[in-house]
Protein backbone atom coordinates (compact mmCIF):
# COMPACT_ATOMS: atom_id res chain seq x y z
CA UNK A 1 0.00 0.00 0.00
CA UNK A 2 1.35 3.76 -0.15
CA UNK A 3 2.64 6.16 2.50
CA UNK A 4 4.55 2.91 4.44
CA UNK A 5 6.75 4.96 5.28
CA UNK A 6 6.58 7.78 8.00
CA UNK A 7 8.47 11.19 8.37
CA UNK A 8 10.99 12.23 10.57
CA UNK A 9 9.99 15.83 12.00
CA UNK A 10 12.24 17.60 9.40
CA UNK A 11 9.82 16.21 7.19
CA UNK A 12 12.17 13.63 5.60
CA UNK A 13 11.27 9.56 5.45
CA UNK A 14 11.86 7.70 8.39
CA UNK A 15 11.66 4.19 9.10
CA UNK A 16 12.64 3.88 12.49
CA UNK A 17 10.28 5.84 14.08
CA UNK A 18 9.66 4.89 17.68
CA UNK A 19 5.98 5.36 17.09
CA UNK A 20 4.15 3.30 14.22
CA UNK A 21 6.35 2.22 11.78
CA UNK A 22 3.73 0.66 9.33
CA UNK A 23 1.25 3.74 8.43
CA UNK A 24 -1.49 0.82 7.71
CA UNK A 25 -1.84 0.55 11.24
CA UNK A 26 -3.15 4.26 11.04
CA UNK A 27 -6.38 2.82 9.14
CA UNK A 28 -8.02 1.71 11.70
CA UNK A 29 -7.81 4.29 14.79
CA UNK A 30 -8.13 7.16 12.60
CA UNK A 31 -10.99 6.21 9.49
CA UNK A 32 -13.64 4.05 11.96
CA UNK A 33 -13.79 7.86 13.81
CA UNK A 34 -15.10 11.35 12.97
CA UNK A 35 -11.60 12.20 11.41
CA UNK A 36 -12.72 10.64 7.85
CA UNK A 37 -16.17 12.73 8.01
CA UNK A 38 -15.01 15.52 8.61
CA UNK A 39 -12.36 16.44 6.32
CA UNK A 40 -14.45 14.28 3.46
CA UNK A 41 -17.06 17.07 4.23
CA UNK A 42 -15.06 20.22 4.29
CA UNK A 43 -14.65 21.08 8.00
CA UNK A 44 -13.50 24.25 8.71
CA UNK A 45 -9.32 23.82 8.18
CA UNK A 46 -7.78 24.98 11.34
CA UNK A 47 -10.64 23.01 13.22
CA UNK A 48 -9.64 19.82 10.67
CA UNK A 49 -6.16 20.48 11.30
CA UNK A 50 -6.61 20.60 15.46
CA UNK A 51 -8.24 17.04 14.98
CA UNK A 52 -5.55 15.94 13.04
CA UNK A 53 -2.47 16.92 15.48
CA UNK A 54 -4.66 15.31 18.23
CA UNK A 55 -4.45 12.03 16.51
CA UNK A 56 -0.57 12.37 15.71
CA UNK A 57 0.21 12.87 19.42
CA UNK A 58 -2.22 10.18 20.53
CA UNK A 59 -0.07 7.65 17.52
CA UNK A 60 2.92 9.51 18.58
CA UNK A 61 3.79 11.09 15.33
CA UNK A 62 4.96 14.23 14.38
CA UNK A 63 2.60 17.13 13.33
CA UNK A 64 4.29 18.06 10.00
CA UNK A 65 3.16 19.04 6.61
CA UNK A 66 3.92 16.18 4.82
CA UNK A 67 2.17 13.80 7.93
CA UNK A 68 -1.01 15.81 7.57
CA UNK A 69 -1.30 16.15 3.94
CA UNK A 70 -1.38 12.02 3.56
CA UNK A 71 -3.50 12.02 6.83
CA UNK A 72 -5.95 14.17 4.90
CA UNK A 73 -5.08 12.41 1.53
CA UNK A 74 -6.18 8.86 3.79
CA UNK A 75 -8.79 10.76 5.17
CA UNK A 76 -10.35 11.54 1.66
CA UNK A 77 -9.78 7.82 0.37
CA UNK A 78 -12.16 5.96 2.93
CA UNK A 79 -14.10 8.49 3.95
CA UNK A 80 -18.05 7.54 3.10
CA UNK A 81 -20.34 8.95 0.57
CA UNK A 82 -22.13 12.11 1.58
CA UNK A 83 -26.03 11.88 0.82
CA UNK A 84 -25.79 14.49 -1.45
CA UNK A 85 -22.88 12.92 -3.43
CA UNK A 86 -24.76 9.19 -3.77
CA UNK A 87 -28.00 11.33 -4.77
CA UNK A 88 -25.57 13.51 -7.57
CA UNK A 89 -23.85 9.79 -8.60
CA UNK A 90 -26.99 8.38 -9.03
CA UNK A 91 -28.49 11.01 -11.32
CA UNK A 92 -25.39 10.40 -13.49
CA UNK A 93 -26.16 7.04 -13.95
CA UNK A 94 -30.11 6.97 -14.35
CA UNK A 95 -29.13 9.50 -17.70
CA UNK A 96 -26.57 6.44 -18.99
CA UNK A 97 -28.37 5.93 -22.64
CA UNK A 98 -27.60 4.21 -25.99
CA UNK A 99 -24.96 4.29 -28.36
CA UNK A 100 -22.80 4.39 -24.95
CA UNK A 101 -24.45 7.77 -23.92
CA UNK A 102 -23.24 9.48 -20.87
CA UNK A 103 -20.62 5.79 -20.21
CA UNK A 104 -17.57 8.19 -19.40
CA UNK A 105 -19.70 10.32 -16.64
CA UNK A 106 -21.18 7.05 -15.56
CA UNK A 107 -17.90 5.49 -15.08
CA UNK A 108 -16.34 7.74 -12.17
CA UNK A 109 -19.74 8.19 -10.57
CA UNK A 110 -19.84 4.29 -10.24
CA UNK A 111 -16.70 4.75 -8.46
CA UNK A 112 -18.08 6.66 -6.07
CA UNK A 113 -21.39 5.08 -5.43
CA UNK A 114 -19.64 1.67 -5.00
CA UNK A 115 -18.61 3.23 -1.85
CA UNK A 116 -22.24 3.48 -0.27
CA UNK A 117 -22.24 2.73 3.15
CA UNK A 118 -24.43 0.08 4.22
CA UNK A 119 -26.84 2.45 5.41
CA UNK A 120 -27.05 3.64 1.40
CA UNK A 121 -27.77 0.15 0.43
CA UNK A 122 -31.05 1.19 0.47
CA UNK A 123 -30.99 4.79 -0.97
CA UNK A 124 -29.11 2.67 -4.28
CA UNK A 125 -32.11 -0.23 -4.38
CA UNK A 126 -34.37 3.04 -4.81
CA UNK A 127 -32.83 4.49 -7.69
CA UNK A 128 -33.80 0.75 -9.78
CA UNK A 129 -37.47 2.36 -9.58
CA UNK A 130 -38.30 4.24 -13.21
CA UNK A 131 -34.81 3.66 -14.31
CA UNK A 132 -34.18 2.76 -18.21
CA UNK A 133 -32.33 -0.94 -18.83
CA UNK A 134 -29.32 0.56 -19.48
CA UNK A 135 -28.77 2.87 -16.29
CA UNK A 136 -30.59 -0.82 -14.71
CA UNK A 137 -26.98 -2.27 -15.33
CA UNK A 138 -25.07 0.52 -14.10
CA UNK A 139 -26.78 0.30 -10.79
CA UNK A 140 -27.28 -3.30 -10.37
CA UNK A 141 -23.56 -3.30 -10.86
CA UNK A 142 -23.10 -1.40 -8.01
CA UNK A 143 -25.48 -2.56 -6.00
CA UNK A 144 -23.59 -5.92 -5.94
CA UNK A 145 -20.59 -4.59 -5.38
CA UNK A 146 -21.82 -2.75 -2.57
CA UNK A 147 -23.64 -5.63 -1.15
CA UNK A 148 -20.78 -7.70 -1.10
CA UNK A 149 -18.48 -5.23 0.81
CA UNK A 150 -20.51 -4.59 3.77
CA UNK A 151 -21.77 -8.39 3.79
CA UNK A 152 -18.43 -9.16 4.33
CA UNK A 153 -18.03 -6.45 6.96
CA UNK A 154 -20.81 -8.19 8.81
CA UNK A 155 -23.23 -4.94 8.12
CA UNK A 156 -26.09 -6.28 6.08
CA UNK A 157 -29.30 -3.50 6.62
CA UNK A 158 -32.03 -6.08 6.82
CA UNK A 159 -34.14 -4.45 8.64
CA UNK A 160 -34.10 -1.27 6.07
CA UNK A 161 -34.47 -4.14 3.37
CA UNK A 162 -37.14 -5.66 4.91
CA UNK A 163 -38.97 -2.64 5.33
CA UNK A 164 -38.17 -1.56 2.02
CA UNK A 165 -39.66 -4.78 0.51
CA UNK A 166 -43.19 -4.84 2.39
CA UNK A 167 -43.66 -1.45 1.13
CA UNK A 168 -45.71 -2.03 -2.56
CA UNK A 169 -44.86 1.80 -3.84
CA UNK A 170 -41.78 0.48 -4.75
CA UNK A 171 -40.84 -1.04 -8.38
CA UNK A 172 -41.42 -4.94 -8.33
CA UNK A 173 -37.84 -5.60 -9.89
CA UNK A 174 -36.17 -2.95 -7.16
CA UNK A 175 -37.88 -5.26 -4.48
CA UNK A 176 -36.93 -8.46 -5.71
CA UNK A 177 -33.75 -7.05 -5.52
CA UNK A 178 -33.95 -6.41 -2.41
CA UNK A 179 -35.19 -9.56 -1.22
CA UNK A 180 -32.57 -11.74 -3.21
CA UNK A 181 -30.25 -9.68 -1.12
CA UNK A 182 -31.93 -10.24 2.13
CA UNK A 183 -32.59 -13.83 1.35
CA UNK A 184 -28.68 -14.30 0.38
CA UNK A 185 -27.82 -12.21 3.56
CA UNK A 186 -30.01 -12.81 6.21
CA UNK A 187 -32.65 -16.13 5.18
CA UNK A 188 -34.27 -16.15 8.83
CA UNK A 189 -35.54 -12.50 8.35
CA UNK A 190 -36.27 -13.00 4.68
CA UNK A 191 -38.46 -15.92 5.26
CA UNK A 192 -40.79 -13.79 7.78
CA UNK A 193 -41.44 -12.30 4.43
CA UNK A 194 -42.18 -15.36 2.56
CA UNK A 195 -46.73 -15.21 3.12
CA UNK A 196 -46.57 -11.67 3.00
CA UNK A 197 -46.03 -11.86 -0.96
CA UNK A 198 -49.00 -14.26 -1.48
CA UNK A 199 -51.75 -11.49 -3.07
CA UNK A 200 -48.62 -9.56 -3.67
CA UNK A 201 -48.84 -6.96 -6.82
CA UNK A 202 -45.09 -8.51 -7.94
CA UNK A 203 -45.45 -11.80 -9.80
CA UNK A 204 -41.75 -12.46 -9.06
CA UNK A 205 -42.47 -11.63 -5.31
CA UNK A 206 -45.76 -14.53 -5.63
CA UNK A 207 -43.27 -17.11 -6.49
CA UNK A 208 -41.71 -17.41 -2.92
CA UNK A 209 -45.09 -18.31 -0.76
CA UNK A 210 -46.37 -20.45 -3.98
CA UNK A 211 -43.11 -22.72 -4.06
CA UNK A 212 -43.49 -22.96 -0.10
CA UNK A 213 -46.91 -23.67 -0.20
CA UNK A 214 -46.08 -26.49 -3.22
CA UNK A 215 -43.83 -27.72 -1.24
CA UNK A 216 -46.02 -28.33 1.68
CA UNK A 217 -48.15 -29.45 -0.50
CA UNK A 218 -45.99 -32.46 -1.78
CA UNK A 219 -45.19 -33.73 1.64
CA UNK A 220 -48.91 -34.12 2.99
CA UNK A 221 -49.84 -35.72 -0.70
CA UNK A 222 -48.87 -39.01 0.54
CA UNK A 223 -50.35 -39.02 3.93
CA UNK A 224 -53.23 -36.07 3.89
CA UNK A 225 -54.71 -35.62 0.68
CA UNK A 226 -57.20 -32.95 1.97
CA UNK A 227 -54.83 -31.03 3.58
CA UNK A 228 -52.48 -31.05 0.53
CA UNK A 229 -55.45 -30.11 -1.49
CA UNK A 230 -55.56 -26.92 0.49
CA UNK A 231 -52.05 -26.38 -0.06
CA UNK A 232 -52.22 -26.82 -3.21
CA UNK A 233 -55.34 -24.30 -3.88
CA UNK A 234 -53.87 -21.76 -1.92
CA UNK A 235 -50.72 -22.24 -4.09
CA UNK A 236 -52.68 -21.76 -6.95
CA UNK A 237 -54.83 -18.84 -6.41
CA UNK A 238 -51.47 -16.97 -5.75
CA UNK A 239 -49.65 -18.30 -8.64
CA UNK A 240 -49.36 -15.90 -12.01
CA UNK A 241 -46.83 -17.68 -13.69
CA UNK A 242 -47.23 -20.74 -16.11
CA UNK A 243 -44.57 -22.70 -14.47
CA UNK A 244 -45.73 -22.86 -11.47
CA UNK A 245 -49.51 -23.29 -12.24
CA UNK A 246 -49.45 -26.08 -14.41
CA UNK A 247 -47.43 -28.24 -12.46
CA UNK A 248 -50.34 -26.99 -9.90
CA UNK A 249 -52.82 -27.99 -12.21
CA UNK A 250 -51.72 -31.24 -12.74
CA UNK A 251 -51.34 -32.08 -8.84
CA UNK A 252 -54.29 -30.84 -8.08
CA UNK A 253 -56.09 -33.03 -11.07
CA UNK A 254 -54.01 -35.86 -10.04
CA UNK A 255 -55.80 -35.69 -6.39
CA UNK A 256 -59.35 -35.79 -8.40
CA UNK A 257 -59.83 -31.80 -8.06
CA UNK A 258 -61.31 -30.08 -10.95
CA UNK A 259 -59.14 -27.24 -12.19
CA UNK A 260 -60.61 -24.34 -14.46
CA UNK A 261 -57.47 -22.97 -16.11
CA UNK A 262 -59.26 -20.71 -18.29
CA UNK A 263 -61.06 -18.71 -15.74
CA UNK A 264 -57.48 -18.58 -13.57
CA UNK A 265 -55.78 -17.06 -16.23
CA UNK A 266 -59.14 -14.75 -17.40
CA UNK A 267 -58.80 -16.53 -21.36
CA UNK A 268 -61.60 -15.22 -23.14
CA UNK A 269 -63.64 -18.90 -24.62
CA UNK A 270 -66.78 -17.53 -26.52
CA UNK A 271 -66.28 -15.82 -29.45
CA UNK A 272 -67.96 -15.28 -33.38
CA UNK A 273 -65.37 -16.32 -35.61
CA UNK A 274 -65.41 -15.03 -39.92
CA UNK A 275 -63.65 -16.36 -42.59
CA UNK A 276 -61.86 -17.08 -45.32
CA UNK A 277 -60.52 -13.60 -46.61
CA UNK A 278 -57.91 -13.58 -48.85
CA UNK A 279 -54.57 -12.99 -48.07
CA UNK A 280 -52.96 -13.69 -51.24
CA UNK A 281 -49.20 -12.26 -50.95
CA UNK A 282 -49.96 -11.02 -47.38
CA UNK A 283 -51.74 -7.93 -49.12
CA UNK A 284 -54.80 -8.93 -47.16
CA UNK A 285 -53.52 -8.35 -43.70
CA UNK A 286 -53.49 -4.44 -44.27
CA UNK A 287 -56.85 -4.66 -46.65
CA UNK A 288 -59.73 -3.63 -44.66
CA UNK A 289 -62.95 -5.98 -44.73
CA UNK A 290 -65.90 -5.34 -43.77
CA UNK A 291 -65.73 -6.42 -39.96
CA UNK A 292 -63.15 -4.12 -39.24
CA UNK A 293 -66.22 -1.07 -40.17
CA UNK A 294 -69.03 -2.66 -39.01
CA UNK A 295 -69.76 -5.98 -37.12
CA UNK A 296 -72.91 -7.75 -38.12
CA UNK A 297 -73.25 -11.24 -37.34
CA UNK A 298 -76.16 -11.99 -39.82
CA UNK A 299 -74.23 -10.52 -43.19
CA UNK A 300 -71.95 -12.97 -45.63
CA UNK A 301 -69.04 -11.70 -48.05
CA UNK A 302 -67.02 -12.79 -50.93
CA UNK A 303 -64.34 -14.22 -48.91
CA UNK A 304 -61.77 -16.66 -50.82
CA UNK A 305 -63.59 -19.43 -52.94
CA UNK A 306 -66.17 -19.58 -50.83
CA UNK A 307 -68.91 -17.31 -49.01
CA UNK A 308 -67.30 -15.83 -45.29
CA UNK A 309 -69.64 -16.21 -42.72
CA UNK A 310 -70.10 -15.90 -39.05
CA UNK A 311 -69.29 -18.63 -36.96
CA UNK A 312 -69.98 -19.48 -32.98
CA UNK A 313 -66.54 -20.77 -31.03
CA UNK A 314 -66.09 -21.77 -28.12
CA UNK A 315 -63.06 -22.70 -27.10
CA UNK A 316 -61.89 -25.84 -25.22
CA UNK A 317 -58.75 -25.57 -24.66
CA UNK A 318 -56.94 -25.06 -21.36
CA UNK A 319 -55.06 -22.49 -22.85
CA UNK A 320 -58.49 -20.91 -24.84
CA UNK A 321 -56.84 -21.46 -27.74
CA UNK A 322 -59.00 -20.03 -30.91
CA UNK A 323 -58.51 -22.44 -34.03
CA UNK A 324 -59.83 -20.74 -37.04
CA UNK A 325 -58.87 -24.56 -39.06
CA UNK A 326 -61.92 -25.90 -37.09
CA UNK A 327 -64.88 -24.87 -38.16
CA UNK A 328 -63.43 -23.22 -41.83
CA UNK A 329 -60.65 -26.04 -42.26
CA UNK A 330 -56.65 -26.05 -43.68
CA UNK A 331 -56.81 -22.75 -45.17
CA UNK A 332 -53.86 -20.87 -46.65
CA UNK A 333 -52.99 -17.16 -47.37
CA UNK A 334 -56.11 -16.22 -45.93
CA UNK A 335 -57.39 -14.10 -43.24
CA UNK A 336 -60.59 -14.32 -40.40
CA UNK A 337 -62.11 -12.52 -37.69
CA UNK A 338 -62.82 -12.85 -34.42
CA UNK A 339 -65.28 -10.78 -32.22
CA UNK A 340 -65.82 -10.98 -28.53
CA UNK A 341 -68.07 -9.21 -25.89
CA UNK A 342 -66.32 -8.60 -22.72
CA UNK A 343 -68.06 -6.49 -19.60
CA UNK A 344 -66.58 -4.44 -17.06
CA UNK A 345 -68.24 -3.45 -13.87
CA UNK A 346 -65.98 0.25 -14.32
CA UNK A 347 -63.67 2.24 -16.40
CA UNK A 348 -60.38 0.94 -15.17
CA UNK A 349 -56.91 -0.22 -16.61
CA UNK A 350 -56.21 -3.45 -17.94
CA UNK A 351 -53.74 -5.55 -19.84
CA UNK A 352 -55.41 -7.78 -23.31
CA UNK A 353 -52.49 -10.45 -23.54
CA UNK A 354 -51.91 -12.19 -26.47
CA UNK A 355 -50.28 -15.40 -27.90
CA UNK A 356 -50.24 -15.91 -31.61
CA UNK A 357 -47.59 -17.15 -34.26
CA UNK A 358 -49.44 -15.68 -37.04
CA UNK A 359 -50.23 -12.05 -38.36
CA UNK A 360 -52.65 -10.64 -36.15
CA UNK A 361 -53.93 -7.34 -35.26
CA UNK A 362 -56.37 -6.55 -32.20
CA UNK A 363 -58.78 -3.27 -31.72
CA UNK A 364 -60.47 -2.40 -28.08
CA UNK A 365 -63.96 -1.07 -29.31
CA UNK A 366 -63.23 0.52 -32.53
CA UNK A 367 -59.61 1.47 -31.55
CA UNK A 368 -56.40 -0.83 -32.86
CA UNK A 369 -54.65 -1.22 -30.11
CA UNK A 370 -51.29 -3.10 -31.99
CA UNK A 371 -50.16 -5.10 -34.64
CA UNK A 372 -48.08 -7.60 -35.85
CA UNK A 373 -46.89 -9.15 -39.54
CA UNK A 374 -44.84 -11.65 -39.13
CA UNK A 375 -45.34 -15.34 -39.62
CA UNK A 376 -44.66 -18.85 -37.68
CA UNK A 377 -41.88 -17.11 -35.32
CA UNK A 378 -43.41 -19.34 -32.47
CA UNK A 379 -46.37 -18.54 -30.39
CA UNK A 380 -46.40 -18.15 -25.92
CA UNK A 381 -48.30 -17.43 -23.22
CA UNK A 382 -48.48 -13.57 -23.07
CA UNK A 383 -46.42 -13.18 -25.84
CA UNK A 384 -47.67 -9.51 -26.76
CA UNK A 385 -49.28 -7.44 -23.63
CA UNK A 386 -51.28 -4.48 -24.67
CA UNK A 387 -52.01 -2.18 -22.03
CA UNK A 388 -55.69 -0.67 -22.61
CA UNK A 389 -58.89 0.69 -20.68
CA UNK A 390 -61.59 -0.69 -20.14
CA UNK A 391 -65.21 1.25 -20.03
CA UNK A 392 -68.29 0.26 -17.58
CA UNK A 393 -70.38 -2.16 -19.33
CA UNK A 394 -70.33 -3.83 -22.80
CA UNK A 395 -66.21 -3.93 -24.59
CA UNK A 396 -65.96 -5.14 -27.98
CA UNK A 397 -62.61 -6.46 -28.51
CA UNK A 398 -61.90 -7.42 -32.77
CA UNK A 399 -59.13 -9.63 -33.35
CA UNK A 400 -57.43 -10.32 -37.01
CA UNK A 401 -55.42 -13.46 -37.44
CA UNK A 402 -53.80 -14.04 -40.81
CA UNK A 403 -52.49 -17.60 -42.14
CA UNK A 404 -49.51 -17.11 -44.97
CA UNK A 405 -48.80 -19.23 -47.83
CA UNK A 406 -46.07 -21.64 -45.82
CA UNK A 407 -47.32 -25.03 -46.47
CA UNK A 408 -44.60 -27.05 -43.83
CA UNK A 409 -46.25 -28.73 -41.48
CA UNK A 410 -44.96 -26.42 -38.95
CA UNK A 411 -46.98 -23.66 -40.94
CA UNK A 412 -50.34 -25.66 -40.30
CA UNK A 413 -51.78 -23.28 -37.22
CA UNK A 414 -54.08 -20.51 -37.76
CA UNK A 415 -54.78 -19.49 -34.09
CA UNK A 416 -54.43 -16.80 -31.39
CA UNK A 417 -55.26 -17.22 -27.55
CA UNK A 418 -56.40 -14.26 -25.29
CA UNK A 419 -56.67 -13.26 -22.22
CA UNK A 420 -57.97 -9.95 -19.90
CA UNK A 421 -55.78 -9.47 -17.03
CA UNK A 422 -54.44 -6.70 -14.85
CA UNK A 423 -50.94 -5.67 -14.84
CA UNK A 424 -49.42 -8.21 -12.17
CA UNK A 425 -50.91 -11.41 -14.29
CA UNK A 426 -54.29 -11.32 -12.30
CA UNK A 427 -57.79 -12.53 -14.29
CA UNK A 428 -60.35 -9.73 -14.91
CA UNK A 429 -63.63 -11.50 -15.28
CA UNK A 430 -65.84 -10.55 -17.54
CA UNK A 431 -69.36 -9.66 -15.74
CA UNK A 432 -72.38 -8.72 -17.53
Known amino acids: MAFLASPDSSGNENNDHKGHDDWSQLRLPIFTGSLGEQVYHGTEPTKRDELIKQWLAVMRLPATLTTM ?25 RQVGPEALGNDAA ?66 GSRTLAYELLASRAPAEAEKLTDFFADDPSASLRRYPVSKLMSEGDKLAATDKAAAIVAYKKALDSARDEDQIKPLAKKLRDLGEQVDLPKHFGFLMDWKLIAP ?10 KVYPPEEKIDFDASYDGKGKQAKWSAFTSKDDYGKVDFNK ?3 MEKEVTGYAVADFYSPEDRNAEIRLGCKNAWKV ?10 DEYHRGAQLDQYKLPCALKKGKNVILVKCSQNHQTEEWTVEWEFQLRVCDSTGTAIPSQK
Open 69 to 93: HRIIALALLVSPLSADDLADSIKVL
Open 107 to 172: SEAWKLVSKAQPNQLVDLIRALDGANPLAENWLRAAVSAVDERVAAQGETPAVALADYIKNREHGA
Open 277 to 286: FSNADGAGHD
Open 327 to 329: PFG
Open 363 to 372: WLNGKLLFAR
